[in-house]
């Protein structure tokens, strides 16, 4: 009978992220910011369309509805990578990777 491979996975590395700390500034601050301009633009967006009674038509809900998955998506993965440009260690747990990809594809059904 043959061994089958046992091995575990349990993180994955980051590599391909950045090596020069002064880029990894540089890029931490722009990913937040915008990141930052995403969300609050589209939950503007959201609350202006359900505030607004005039805004209550078919155009405007599915407008609503694409901020939000907008919203939704970007929230997902993008406070992960801003907190790995400021590690030494740049790494995701095999369950996090599993849930933000679960997260991914909830979000855009």
Excluded: W
């Excluded at 740049?90 to 855009?108: A, D, N, P």
């Amino acid at each position: 009978m043959e061994e089958a491979n046992q091995s575990v996975v349990h993180e994955f590395i980051f590599q391909g992220l950045c090596n020069s700390k002064e880029l990894q500034i540089f890029l931490f601050l722009s990913f937040s910011i915008l990141y930052l301009m995403t969300v609050v633009g589209n939950l503007f967006v959201v609350l202006l369309i359900i505030t607004d009674p005039h805004l209550h038509s078919p155009m405007y809900f599915l407008l609503a509805n694409l901020s939000f998955v907008d919203f939704c998506l970007s929230s997902v993965t993008i406070p992960k990578l801003t907190t790995d440009l400021l590690k030494d260690k740049k790494t995701i747990s095999f369950g996090g990777c599993m849930s933000q990809i679960l997260c991914v594809h909830l979000c855009r059904e």
